[in-house]
């Protein structure tokens, strides 16, 4: 590998549901929930995955994983195109890429001991070679995670919330994974403790090396964790840019309602704050969607061409990409408003 190969290289990944229904099981829709999404993810990076409920983020996540077969498109990790592994091969590459889910609750098992929920992926991936190795290490992950490791015996009810997040954390981290995805891991949080779960995942990052695909519905939680976000919507991808262009400059009027939707700390500007109505109403169905750019029924700045014409993911400066017509000169010189507003 060279230094400028990427760690994860999607390319045009198309992930469609089929849909039968009636007595004979006939195909009756194709659920479109990741619909050519292409973007990279840098070794040591952080990329940021957001959209609203339904966008095909977690669909994204599953397929990069290589639990959910993709329809189209590749996935390439470290080189590796995995897009089509199998049995051993399949087997093999689940080690090095984990999964950190939303809900603590959910996710851990019941039965198990907390020794045990750590210490699986070691056994399931033969990573130590005897039963002490194999208590050593789940301890010493306890203590990475900030558990006490004395708490090995205990149960998952036994935890609050946060303390289960870290429990799902220090599993994923047992198998050495190349690259984490955490699928909303602080939405089912209080508040106050989705800070302590955020600068945990940092602390982690910048002592192991790691490397997050870190998936959120709204731009505030991202806000801190990631290097790098790309917005989604109706299994599309509609921007992608580092942190702070997007937060500074953001282009698509997507990203901008997004951003518009974050609370402001000053209470003169947050009694003042408008979220961009285009956010109100509903997510038009994956399973038919609008013709054009997936976003034009919502987009106050809608022209002909936004209905007619899916406008592509266009570079616009370096790192900083968007899929709107009104960045299109060609497409936008009659009916756009040029330059788009920022939210103020
Ligand atoms: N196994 C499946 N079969 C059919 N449709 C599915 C399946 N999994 C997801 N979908 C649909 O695909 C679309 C994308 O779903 P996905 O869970 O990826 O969205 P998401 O962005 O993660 O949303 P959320 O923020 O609610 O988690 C949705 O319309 C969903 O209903
Ligand atoms: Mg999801």
């Given amino acids: 590998m060279t230094n400028t190969e990427p760690l994860l290289e999607v390319d045009n990944l198309q992930v469609h549901f089929k849909l039968h229904g009636g007595l004979l ?78 809900d ?70 047992a198998a050495e994974p190349e690259l984490i995805i955490c699928d909303e891991p602080v939405s089912a949080l209080d508040v106050s403790i989705q800070a302590q779960i955020i600068n945990l995942l940092e602390d982690l990052q910048s002592e192991l090396g790691l490397t997050y695909l870190f998936i959120a519905h709204d731009l505030a939680v991202v806000r801190h964790i990631c290097d790098r976000i790309m917005v989604m919507y109706l299994g599309q991808v509609v921007e992608t840019a580092s942190r702070d262009t997007l937060y500074d400059q953001p282009m698509h009027p997507y990203t901008q309602a997004l951003l518009s939707a974050i609370p402001v700390p000053d209470p003169r500007a947050e009694t003042a704050r408008e979220v961009d109505p285009s956010l109100q109403g509903e997510v038009p169905s994956p399973v038919n969607p609008p013709s054009g750019c997936p976003f034009h029924p919502r987009c106050r700045h809608a022209h002909d061409a936004c209905r007619e014409t899916k406008p592509p993911l266009r570079e616009l400066q370096s790192g900083h990409a968007v899929a709107c017509h009104l960045y299109d000169p060609a497409a936008s010189e009659v009916n756009a408003p040029w330059p788009v507003a920022r939210p103020a």
Avoid: W
């Avoid at 498109?73 to 590796?80: H, V, Y």
């Avoid at 056994?123 to 004395?150: C, F, I, M």
């Fill in 104 to 173: 603590p609750f959910g996710a851990l098992d019941p039965r198990m001991r907390v020794l045990d929920i750590v210490g699986e992926p070691l056994l399931v991936h033969k990573l130590t070679s005897d039963r002490h190795a194999y208590r050593k290490r789940v301890l010493e992950l306890l203590d990475l995670v900030g558990l006490n490791p004395k708490m090995a015996e205990r149960y998952p009810h036994e935890f609050s919330g946060g303390q289960r997040q870290r429990i799902g954390i220090a599993r994923a981290l």
């Fill in 25 to 102: 099981g006939r195909h009756q829709a194709t659920v479109r929930a990741v619909d050519g999404v292409s973007f990279r993810v840098d070794q040591g990076e952080t990329l940021g995955v957001v959209g609203e409920s339904g966008c095909g983020k977690s669909t994204t996540g599953l397929a990069v994983l290589r639990m959910i077969d993709p329809s189209a498109g590749s996935i390439r990790l470290n080189g590796d195109d995995i897009t089509l592994y199998k049995g051993r091969q399949l087997r093999r590459i689940r080690r090095r890429l984990q999964m950190v889910y939303q």
